[in-house]
């Protein structure tokens, strides 16, 4: 076949639109947008409003991040919300009633939320048990530790002493920084957080050669197989970074509540997945990105807000978001052959 | 033997058959006969066009011009429930049962007797019962497919084909997954068969079979009809020769060999894809190769050839035995990662499957085997992967919108440069090519002639298999043939003609050996 005569390319605004990015993007306007028109007597337009957006949808964010890598690498991770529960009880239960200092905390929290990623990211790689499965064996596991850890009770600054009475006993310092807010009050840490989360997970997927294996892994695995890839380990690893940023956003929920709840986080995996698949990243892996998630994230985040601030009660929050994900989902998947 | 009266209509007839894919005619004015009571044997090499004929017959290609009667009547099956209610059925290769279904559904799968809406398990098992007793056959119908050895899914397979009253059965190298006794149990079914009246079109790259059960034999040959005639008139080397028929054409220049000091060598070397106990792909493979010189694999389907190349190249982990080389270091490797560090690459045979990830760049393909090397401490270097992609890319003439486009939107030979790219990125010394050139234009398959030649210069050891008899001896110093796993010629350049290659590769050792 001889080269035919090459066709005008199309216009700059079709093959943005045409890219996963530029759909994303424009489904954050569209929300955006909304948000402008349905502004509740002007609430979308206080800077508070977007603040506190950023701040809920960021323990989110933070799930989404790792829930990125594990989906690009052709799987999914259904434990994370487990894992947030589990680390923010054992968090409250090493800051708040043993009163370790922070930089024992927090070390050993990551590890905790790791070793649960890396637990079913070796099932499911080395083992060779579907992810689905895997995952879900660990988010009931977790559930059940993170009972086990605080006794079926939240883990809270009142400790019950000796003699069954309770004290109170002050919020960590640990806590109180990350629920803290900086420039004059207009910016979480929490988001602090999740900016550095979503940076570190960006340079691990864009720049180093990891990443470059979670994409050839998603996209064809026996392909990557037989190029030499160590499917087994980098697999592995993409849960276990799930489950250390799942731990994460552990910490910053129990230092947001100050205690720890072990029936926190159920269902945070469903958000999280929503958020990755909202911006573009296919479920199918291989295909994918951080700035997508970042576009995903934010789109989730502010229909919720959006949704709220109107008054619109949470039943029907959850119904329209539930049609929005499926409406969003359709129009990436438009052109893809 | 029942021997068929010349006045009565043959079950099968097609005359002028022709069959496109797009700009490629794969079938051109072939005509095929099949009488009631005879096992007629359809042979050809790879790509003959054996499997295009009967996909027609089965009704699975229905876009095809000529003329197609079953039973002296016209007829133009759309899909293959029609096919099957003209009363043809097909054995196809792979099996069409579903595994995990009970033997009785399977073989009333798509119409499963019900009474309103429910099924009839009882009728259902008492006829499928009658079915399997018909093949001399005693199992448990209720049992699940997948519990039985392949020989016995093969027979399950026939019995479905049966009890649609199929009279005429078409068998695609039913015997592949057969050992010995299980072929003869076989053989002896087609025998009660013919018997029944029933025209049986048996396809099969093996000789002894064809010796075996032949009554008549249509040799097709590059898509066209070369003669049928009763297998009594056909001995092998006039059949080898219609097979082949062909002189070769000078179409590509001959190598220029370029044979340096020993590099490969195998001895007894198996390997074993499901496990040592299970049935080896290939067995005591004893060969060499020397740096700068292409050894050709001859072999028809099923030879395990490239099981043989995986094996080597330790895609199977460490599933096989033997003493392999690699200049005089041993070399059996566990892991492609393993191979790879030690300088061997592979070009899968099937580049969209196992070859490229075409979700990814060109530039992440090509670089995907050398990510290691190129990024040191693990962290990437896009400049430097874009310069490596460039470098090893450009003497391929590789023609891509640019080095970032993904994969999968390029053509099929611009693909297959990719991928070689990846194999040669790595800077090997062994190079094993699993068909090179299938699915490319005769463009794209003359520059990898060229490159071939060049890296041979360069001093690689090149492995070849190819399905083409043409490009097998063009490019080949030397021709090893396998058939069923087995080593049965190793041919000199001047000994390897089409004849002696096909001959073996049919499974018969040459005399020389």
Redesign the interface.
Request: net charge positive; charged share 20%; hydrophobic share 45%.
């Given at each position: 076949?001889n080269?035919a005569s090459p066709a005008p390319p199309p216009p700059a605004w079709k093959i943005f639109l045409a890219s996963a990015g530029g759909r994303a993007l424009l489904a954050l306007l569209l929300v955006m947008a909304a948000g402008a028109v349905f502004n509740a007597d002007g609430a979308f337009f206080k800077i508070g409003t977007h603040r506190d957006t950023l701040r809920q949808a960021s323990v989110y964010g933070m799930l989404a991040c790792g829930m990125t890598l594990v989906i690009i690498s052709g799987g999914i991770d259904l434990a994370v919300g487990s894992v947030v529960a589990l680390t923010a009880v054992c968090a409250a239960k090493m800051a708040v009633h043993w009163n370790w200092p922070a930089w024992e905390v927090v070390p050993a929290s990551l590890v905790i939320g790791a070793a649960c990623g890396m637990v079913s990211g070796l099932i499911t790689a080395a083992w060779r048990v579907q992810p689905f499965i895997a995952t879900l064996a660990m988010m009931v596991f977790a559930r059940g530790l993170a009972k086990y850890a605080s006794g079926g009770m939240k883990v809270s600054t009142a400790v019950q002493n000796a003699d069954g009475s309770y004290r109170y006993v002050d919020v960590p310092a640990l806590f109180r920084g990350i629920d803290h807010r900086i420039l004059g009050g207009n910016l979480s840490m929490v988001t602090v957080i999740f900016i550095i989360c979503l940076a570190l997970a960006w340079v691990a997927l864009s720049?180093?050669?990891?990443?470059?294996?979670l994409?050839?892994i998603?996209?064809?695995e026996?392909?990557?197989?037989?190029?030499?890839?160590?499917v087994i380990g980098a697999k592995a690893c993409a849960y276990a970074a799930s489950g250390l940023f799942a731990a994460v956003a552990g910490l910053c929920q129990a230092a947001q509540e100050q205690q720890g709840d072990p029936e926190a986080g159920a269902g945070y995996e469903l958000v999280a997945i929503a958020m990755v698949v909202i911006g573009g990243t296919s479920l199918m892996g291989?295909?994918g990105g951080m700035g997508l998630t970042l576009l995903g994230v934010l789109t989730i985040g502010y229909l919720d807000k959006i949704l709220s601030i109107n008054a619109v009660p949470e039943a029907g929050r959850l119904v329209l978001t539930g049609v929005i994900i499926v409406a969003a989902v359709m129009t990436q998947r438009r052109n893809r052959k | 033997m029942p021997e068929s009266t010349p006045n009565q209509p043959p079950l099968v007839r097609m005359s002028g058959i022709t069959k496109r894919f797009g700009q490629v005619t794969v079938l051109r004015d072939v005509q095929f006969e099949c009488r009631a009571g005879e096992v007629h044997v359809l042979a050809g090499e790879n790509g003959a066009g054996k499997s295009t004929l009967i996909k027609i017959l089965a009704g699975i290609h229905t876009d095809f011009e000529g003329r197609l009667e079953i039973d002296g009547r016209e007829a133009h099956p759309r899909n293959p429930l029609q096919a099957c209610a003209l009363g043809v059925a097909v054995i196809h290769q792979e099996l069409s049962l579903i595994g995990a279904m009970s033997v009785a559904d399977n073989i009333f799968l798509g119409r499963t007797a019900t009474r309103a809406g429910f099924v009839r398990a009882g009728e259902q098992q008492q006829s499928a019962r009658r079915c399997v007793a018909q093949l001399g056959l005693d199992i448990d119908v209720r049992q699940a497919v997948e519990d039985f050895p392949a020989a016995i899914q093969q027979l399950i397979e026939i019995a479905k084909a049966l009890s649609q009253d199929a009279r005429v059965i078409v068998m695609d190298e039913p015997t592949s997954a057969l050992n010995a006794p299980e072929a003869a149990k076989l053989f002896a079914l087609i025998q009660s068969l013919k018997a029944r009246g029933c025209a049986i079109v048996y396809i099969t790259h093996k000789m002894e079979e064809i010796e075996r059960i032949a009554d008549r034999i249509t040799v097709l040959r590059d898509g066209r009809w070369i003669g049928s005639a009763p297998a009594a008139e056909l001995p092998a080397p006039k059949l080898i020769q219609w097979m082949v028929g062909r002189e070769l054409g000078e179409q590509f220049p001959r190598r220029v060999p370029h044979p340096g000091r020993e590099r490969l060598r195998l001895e007894n070397f198996s390997v074993f894809p499901s496990g040592f106990s299970g049935r080896p792909s290939v067995t005591q493979i004893s060969l060499s190769a020397r740096a700068g010189e292409v050894v050709g694999i001859g072999g028809l389907q099923g030879s395990g050839a490239s099981e043989f190349f995986l094996g080597l190249f330790g895609a199977y982990g460490s599933r096989t035995s033997g003493v392999v080389q690699l200049d005089g270091r041993s070399a059996r490797f566990s892991s492609p990662r393993k191979a790879i560090a030690s300088g061997v690459a592979l070009l899968t045979n099937d580049r969209k499957a196992t070859g490229l990830v075409l979700s990814m760049s060109v530039t992440a393909n090509a670089t995907l085997a050398g990510l290691r090397e190129l990024s040191p401490c693990g962290w990437r270097n896009p400049a430097r992967e874009r310069a490596v992609a460039r470098e090893i890319t450009s003497p391929m003439r590789l023609r891509a919108p640019s080095l970032d486009a993904e994969a999968g939107t390029l053509s099929g030979g611009n693909q297959q440069k990719v991928a070689l790219s990846k194999s040669l990125q790595t800077r090997p010394r062994l190079l094993l090519l699993d068909e090179p050139t299938r699915g490319i234009d005769v463009g794209a398959k003359r520059e990898i002639y060229q490159l071939v030649d060049e890296w041979t210069a360069q001093g690689i050891a090149i492995l070849l298999i190819t399905s083409e008899m043409p490009e097998l001896l063009t490019l080949s110093d030397r021709v090893v043939v396998l058939h069923r796993g087995r080593i049965t010629a190793e041919l000199s350049r001047s000994q390897a003609t089409p004849g002696a290659v096909l001959a073996a590769a049919m499974g018969q050792v040459a005399k020389s050996l």
């Amino acid at each position: 076949m001889n080269a035919a005569s090459p066709a005008p390319p199309p216009p700059a605004w079709k093959i943005f639109l045409a890219s996963a990015g530029g759909r994303a993007l424009l489904a954050l306007l569209l929300v955006m947008a909304a948000g402008a028109v349905f502004n509740a007597d002007g609430a979308f337009f206080k800077i508070g409003t977007h603040r506190d957006t950023l701040r809920q949808a960021s323990v989110y964010g933070m799930l989404a991040c790792g829930m990125t890598l594990v989906i690009i690498s052709g799987g999914i991770d259904l434990a994370v919300g487990s894992v947030v529960a589990l680390t923010a009880v054992c968090a409250a239960k090493m800051a708040v009633h043993w009163n370790w200092p922070a930089w024992e905390v927090v070390p050993a929290s990551l590890v905790i939320g790791a070793a649960c990623g890396m637990v079913s990211g070796l099932i499911t790689a080395a083992w060779r048990v579907q992810p689905f499965i895997a995952t879900l064996a660990m988010m009931v596991f977790a559930r059940g530790l993170a009972k086990y850890a605080s006794g079926g009770m939240k883990v809270s600054t009142a400790v019950q002493n000796a003699d069954g009475s309770y004290r109170y006993v002050d919020v960590p310092a640990l806590f109180r920084g990350i629920d803290h807010r900086i420039l004059g009050g207009n910016l979480s840490m929490v988001t602090v957080i999740f900016i550095i989360c979503l940076a570190l997970a960006w340079v691990a997927l864009s720049r180093h050669r990891w990443g470059r294996y979670l994409y050839a892994i998603g996209g064809n695995e026996e392909a990557a197989r037989l190029s030499g890839v160590p499917v087994i380990g980098a697999k592995a690893c993409a849960y276990a970074a799930s489950g250390l940023f799942a731990a994460v956003a552990g910490l910053c929920q129990a230092a947001q509540e100050q205690q720890g709840d072990p029936e926190a986080g159920a269902g945070y995996e469903l958000v999280a997945i929503a958020m990755v698949v909202i911006g573009g990243t296919s479920l199918m892996g291989g295909r994918g990105g951080m700035g997508l998630t970042l576009l995903g994230v934010l789109t989730i985040g502010y229909l919720d807000k959006i949704l709220s601030i109107n008054a619109v009660p949470e039943a029907g929050r959850l119904v329209l978001t539930g049609v929005i994900i499926v409406a969003a989902v359709m129009t990436q998947r438009r052109n893809r052959k | 033997m029942p021997e068929s009266t010349p006045n009565q209509p043959p079950l099968v007839r097609m005359s002028g058959i022709t069959k496109r894919f797009g700009q490629v005619t794969v079938l051109r004015d072939v005509q095929f006969e099949c009488r009631a009571g005879e096992v007629h044997v359809l042979a050809g090499e790879n790509g003959a066009g054996k499997s295009t004929l009967i996909k027609i017959l089965a009704g699975i290609h229905t876009d095809f011009e000529g003329r197609l009667e079953i039973d002296g009547r016209e007829a133009h099956p759309r899909n293959p429930l029609q096919a099957c209610a003209l009363g043809v059925a097909v054995i196809h290769q792979e099996l069409s049962l579903i595994g995990a279904m009970s033997v009785a559904d399977n073989i009333f799968l798509g119409r499963t007797a019900t009474r309103a809406g429910f099924v009839r398990a009882g009728e259902q098992q008492q006829s499928a019962r009658r079915c399997v007793a018909q093949l001399g056959l005693d199992i448990d119908v209720r049992q699940a497919v997948e519990d039985f050895p392949a020989a016995i899914q093969q027979l399950i397979e026939i019995a479905k084909a049966l009890s649609q009253d199929a009279r005429v059965i078409v068998m695609d190298e039913p015997t592949s997954a057969l050992n010995a006794p299980e072929a003869a149990k076989l053989f002896a079914l087609i025998q009660s068969l013919k018997a029944r009246g029933c025209a049986i079109v048996y396809i099969t790259h093996k000789m002894e079979e064809i010796e075996r059960i032949a009554d008549r034999i249509t040799v097709l040959r590059d898509g066209r009809w070369i003669g049928s005639a009763p297998a009594a008139e056909l001995p092998a080397p006039k059949l080898i020769q219609w097979m082949v028929g062909r002189e070769l054409g000078e179409q590509f220049p001959r190598r220029v060999p370029h044979p340096g000091r020993e590099r490969l060598r195998l001895e007894n070397f198996s390997v074993f894809p499901s496990g040592f106990s299970g049935r080896p792909s290939v067995t005591q493979i004893s060969l060499s190769a020397r740096a700068g010189e292409v050894v050709g694999i001859g072999g028809l389907q099923g030879s395990g050839a490239s099981e043989f190349f995986l094996g080597l190249f330790g895609a199977y982990g460490s599933r096989t035995s033997g003493v392999v080389q690699l200049d005089g270091r041993s070399a059996r490797f566990s892991s492609p990662r393993k191979a790879i560090a030690s300088g061997v690459a592979l070009l899968t045979n099937d580049r969209k499957a196992t070859g490229l990830v075409l979700s990814m760049s060109v530039t992440a393909n090509a670089t995907l085997a050398g990510l290691r090397e190129l990024s040191p401490c693990g962290w990437r270097n896009p400049a430097r992967e874009r310069a490596v992609a460039r470098e090893i890319t450009s003497p391929m003439r590789l023609r891509a919108p640019s080095l970032d486009a993904e994969a999968g939107t390029l053509s099929g030979g611009n693909q297959q440069k990719v991928a070689l790219s990846k194999s040669l990125q790595t800077r090997p010394r062994l190079l094993l090519l699993d068909e090179p050139t299938r699915g490319i234009d005769v463009g794209a398959k003359r520059e990898i002639y060229q490159l071939v030649d060049e890296w041979t210069a360069q001093g690689i050891a090149i492995l070849l298999i190819t399905s083409e008899m043409p490009e097998l001896l063009t490019l080949s110093d030397r021709v090893v043939v396998l058939h069923r796993g087995r080593i049965t010629a190793e041919l000199s350049r001047s000994q390897a003609t089409p004849g002696a290659v096909l001959a073996a590769a049919m499974g018969q050792v040459a005399k020389s050996l």
